[in-house]
């Protein structure tokens, strides 16, 4: 499983929280742990996006008034049809999610993020529990596929 974490700079004890705990089910991406030195910024995070399974979305007050670049990673996970999970501080008001209004979102208390940690790695779990199963169907719908090509007459 591929997952990018979009944030602001401002936010990224909480995002390395977020990580660490993620860390089980594939590979995490952000700017601070991965960023490539010499490299186009923006390339290289549109290819972490297109390439990710889910994209979280840490909204805070920093966010909501700092971050512009945030938006422009949202814009591109839309753009790819990328699972976008919004983690929303409790004081950000629902009016500033913008374009992400009506997506479902997890609530995050920035004084005690354990419980929304908790639930965002439960989420990617299943998604990862669902992702396993997909591939295996095609794996055996493959294998299945070859040995009656193999069997048939030819």
């Given at each position: 499983?591929?997952?990018?974490?979009s944030?602001?700079?401002?936010?990224i004890?909480?995002?390395?929280?977020?990580?660490?705990?993620?860390?089980?089910?594939?590979?995490?991406?952000f700017?601070?742990?991965?960023?490539?030195?010499?490299?186009e910024?923006?390339?290289?995070?549109?290819?972490w996006?297109?390439?990710?399974?889910?994209?979280?979305?840490?909204?805070t007050?920093n966010?909501?008034?700092?971050?512009m670049s945030?938006?422009q990673?949202?814009?591109r996970?839309?753009?790819?049809?990328?699972?976008?999970?919004?983690?929303?501080?409790?004081?950000?008001?629902?009016?500033?999610l913008?374009?992400?209004s009506?997506?479902?979102?997890q609530q995050?208390?920035?004084?005690n993020?354990?419980?929304?940690i908790?639930k965002?790695?439960?989420?990617?779990?299943?998604?990862s529990?669902?992702?396993?199963?997909k591939q295996n169907v095609a794996?055996?719908?493959?294998v299945?596929g070859?040995?009656?090509?193999l069997?048939?007459?030819?």
């Open positions: 499983m591929r997952i990018f974490i944030y602001s700079t401002q936010d004890n909480i995002v390395q929280l977020f990580a660490k705990s993620l860390l089980s089910f594939g590979e995490v991406r700017w601070e742990k991965n960023k490539i030195l010499g490299a910024a923006w390339e290289t995070i549109f290819s996006i297109d390439e990710a399974d889910v994209v979280l979305v840490l909204i007050g966010t909501v008034y700092r971050a945030v938006g990673e949202v814009g996970a839309k753009s790819q049809n990328r699972l976008i999970i919004p983690i929303v501080e409790k004081t950000v008001p629902i009016s500033e913008g374009f992400l009506g997506i479902t979102f995050i208390d920035l004084y993020p354990i419980p929304a908790d965002i790695v439960q989420t990617v779990q299943h998604l529990i669902e992702k396993e199963k794996l055996t719908l493959a299945t070859f040995f009656l090509w069997l048939s007459d030819k």
